[in-house]
């Protein structure tokens, strides 16, 4: 029992061992947060970004038959909304908030949408066709998108509940400075725009009153395009092949090049496992060290007199203070990561706004299991060693 | 100074040199890593045409003047309603006229120069078919403009198609293009400027009337200016990490090190050149693991090169053999101000130990 008691005192009474388990802590929390990170980072994307209403919107370009393609359309059961060239999109001036610009004409855009948009403040667009509409929560008009200056943003809340005025862009003409067309359209809610880094400018409402609106101002000489909305991401690849099989080729309206974000993430995903595999292999480096640095210790016991059964349990009670210690180390250094990415890197970093750090239990299990083989590979080197040296012993003698 | 040999001679070194070699070797792919997607980002997603491409709400006639004296604008040609051909053949297609230095890669073939010639894409989906275009290099092919106009085009060249589509027409062209349907002519003016961070510039000398054709750019260039934020995070991280871990294990090593220093403290060393031999030692150590890792690296590229085939075209410009080593500049620049932090705290350790008179 003294034995064990001089081995603990004996741990905690070494300076360096301090320093190899913040390393060790410091090692196996870096690797948790970087492949968590990762991961959250992508499933945000996946989530709320690219599943997004505009993300969700695709169309083709003349269909042979129109009639057929939309019966085709509407057969789907992923497809909740097809409509044409009046009910996508257009700008529109909004002389209401012009005053908040210096007297500058002011462009929003209106998109139509077939679902439902979920409102951060005021209520949801709902799903049918009235004449409300949905706008960015954070709104920074066409003019001002490419600058990225919070003093351009606005706050619609006020407007929330009001009837808002649009002027069509399209009734304009050069050098004619006369409004001819006015529509009032009330503004029912706020979406989260912050949550999606995006769609400064981009307000919503039904497809239909997009294109019940649009009718009385212009006529589109080339309605060629079907535009058509899916409830969820995920559906894109059966819904594009089954309307290939059908002879109709439909792409995205966002025109994103994914691949070249998809392409970013895997290697991502790669270069995270692997600065997993570098975390563990220094930690086994450090395990090492320690093992190197007690075998001294191990030769000044021998000259005293020690058995080698004694010295075998005291570096095996020492390598489990280790593990131990290492294990609270990483708890501490992963909780201290946690808090520093939630609570400062948002102020520093906008982009974690909304990313919320998932620590994924398999992440943790890995770990975990990468040091008790860490911690087996040391017992048996210690047990080599030792049965090498009695050897050695009998040799000499 | 230290000799190599001798320090290799101490296995703990041996322990020191794969721990540094292996964040040596994840700085490097990292750094590799982000000046890749910096590179293909700025390239391929925010100098694209239509990041570049604006309308400014007036006649070009009316605006001559004024955007002759304005600099980085590339090319200014009057607004039209979309360029749609029909042929049984290729099916409808968009007409894009872009400059020759925007269009995409050629497969084969050479860009449109003349106002009757065209560059096809490589596959397209017609009538439920994906057809090979190849076939039609250096032919003519009769389309409808439009759906009122024929018009005869030379197939001068055949683009790789894995992102863009459509049928692409010299911009500098565009007239004669126009003056076949002039009834897509608006009234309005398009400005195409040389580079995506002149546009905002270009916007405010040309006023209130301008502003970006297709805004669908921006969600875009968001989603990309966000990741490149989380990638430089990810490098800003694992430098902290370096960091702390050269800081750690410099002072296991200077304890390592005690009874050298005492010895040379004895022999009548200074203070100053104690400091220095730490230094040169831990340089040394560090200068072998930066050598290995980066051999590390040539010989992984040179490797993958050979036995790895993948689709990942990021992966592939990681691994891929080229004579751009300028992402070494910032791990040469981080390790040199560790290094004289490490300097002066050695310098400080040093003096503060010999003033209380224990060992240094």
């Known amino acids: 029992m003294s034995s064990l008691k001089i081995t603990i005192k004996k741990f905690f009474r070494n300076k360096l061992n301090y320093l190899i388990l913040i390393l060790i802590g410091i090692c196996c929390a870096f690797s948790i947060i970087v492949n968590s990170l990762t991961y959250s980072t992508k499933e945000y994307y996946k989530d709320n970004v690219l599943n997004w209403a505009d993300y969700r919107i695709f169309s083709i370009l003349h269909p042979e038959n129109r009639e057929k393609l939309i019966n085709k359309l509407n057969s789907m059961e992923e497809v909740i909304g097809v409509f044409d060239e009046y009910g996508y999109y257009t700008a529109w001036y909004m002389p209401d908030i012009e005053e908040h610009f210096e007297g500058k004409e002011i462009t929003v855009r209106i998109s139509g949408v077939a679902g439902e948009i979920p409102a951060v403040k005021g209520e949801n667009l709902p799903a049918t066709d009235e004449d409300v509409m949905i706008c960015p929560i954070t709104y920074r008009p066409l003019e001002n998108l490419l600058v990225e200056n919070t003093k351009l943003e606005f706050d619609l809340t006020p407007f929330i509940g009001k009837e808002m005025t649009i002027v069509p862009l399209e009734s304009r003409s050069p050098g004619k400075d006369d409004i001819y067309k006015e529509f009032k359209i009330k503004l029912v809610g706020l979406y989260d725009n912050d949550r999606l880094n995006n769609f400064y400018h981009d307000c919503y409402t039904n497809y239909n009153t997009l294109a019940k609106i649009r009718k009385q101002v212009t006529t589109i000489k080339n309605n060629s395009h079907i535009y058509f909305q899916i409830d969820d991401k995920i559906n894109e690849e059966k819904v594009i092949s089954e309307l290939k099989k059908s002879g109709y080729f439909a792409h995205s309206v966002m025109d994103i090049d994914y691949v070249l974000a998809v392409d970013s993430f895997d290697t991502l995903e790669y270069i995270g496992k692997g600065l997993f595999i570098i975390s563990m292999l220094i930690v086994l480096c450090l395990f090492s060290y320690n093992l190197f640095r007690n075998k001294k210790i191990i030769k000044l016991n021998k000259i005293l007199g020690y058995s080698n059964i004694r010295l075998l349990f005291n570096s095996i009670i020492e390598t489990i203070l280790l593990f131990i210690n290492s294990c609270i180390s990483l708890i501490i250094f992963l909780l201290v990561g946690i808090h520093v990415f939630k609570n400062y890197l948002p102020d520093h970093y906008p982009s974690f706004k909304q990313i919320n750090l998932i620590i994924s239990p398999l992440e943790f299990k890995k770990v975990f299991i990468v040091l008790i083989f860490i911690i087996a590979f040391i017992f048996i080197i210690n047990i080599i060693s030792l049965l090498l040296g009695k050897s050695n012993r009998k040799n000499i003698i | ?360």
């Not at chain 2, 546009?199 to 990741?227: C, F, M, Q």
């Not at chain 2, 993948?310 to 080229?322: G, H």
């Not at chain 2, 070494?328 to 209380?356: A, D, E, G, H, Q």
């Open chain 2, 1 to 360: 100074m230290y000799n190599f040999k001798k320090i290799f001679r101490k296995k703990i070194n041996w322990i020191l040199l794969i721990i540094y070699f292996s964040l040596f070797l994840s700085l490097i792919i990292l750094f590799k890593y982000i000046f890749i997607i910096k590179k293909e980002v700025n390239s391929n997603i925010y100098d694209k045409v239509r990041n570049r491409e604006l309308i400014v709400f007036n006649n070009v006639e009316n605006l001559t003047n004024k955007l002759d004296k304005i600099d980085n604008i590339k090319y200014v040609y009057k607004d039209y309603q979309s360029l749609k051909v029909y042929n049984n053949m290729i099916g409808e297609n968009i007409i894009k006229p872009y400059l020759k230095n925007d269009m995409p890669t050629l497969l084969i073939g050479s860009y449109p120069i003349n106002n009757n010639e065209i560059l096809l894409p490589e596959t397209a989906f017609v009538n439920g078919k994906d057809l090979n275009f190849i076939e039609y290099l250096n032919k003519e092919l009769t389309f409808t403009l439009n759906d009122n106009l024929e018009i005869t085009f030379l197939v001068t060249g055949i683009y790789k198609n894995s992102k863009e589509t459509g049928i692409y027409y010299n911009l500098k062209n565009l007239d004669y293009l126009l003056s076949k349907t002039p009834k897509s002519i608006t009234n309005y003016t398009r400005v195409l400027v040389d580079h995506y961070k002149n546009v905002d510039k270009v916007i405010n000398k040309i006023g209130n009337s301008a502003r970006l054709y297709d805004p669908n750019g921006i969600e875009e260039i968001n989603a990309y200016k966000y990741l490149i934020k989380l990638l430089i995070f990810l490098i800003v991280l694992t430098c902290l990490i370096l960091t702390v871990i050269l800081f750690i294990t410099s002072t296991i090593i200077y304890y390592e090190n005690k009874k050298e220093r005492f010895m040379l403290y004895a022999l009548g060393y200074t203070n100053y050149n104690i400091c220095f031999n730490f230094i040169d030692y831990f340089l040394k150590i560090l200068l072998v693991s930066f050598i290995l890792s980066f051999i590390t690296y040539i010989i992984s590229m040179i490797l993958c090169n050979k036995f790895v085939v993948t689709d990942n075209t990021v992966l592939n410009s990681l691994f891929k053999i080229d004579n751009n080593y300028l992402f070494l500049i910032p791990i040469i620049i981080i390790v040199l101000v560790i290094l004289s932090i490490l300097y002066i705290i050695t310098m400080f350790r040093i003096k503060l130990n010999s003033k209380k008179g224990i060992e240094i």
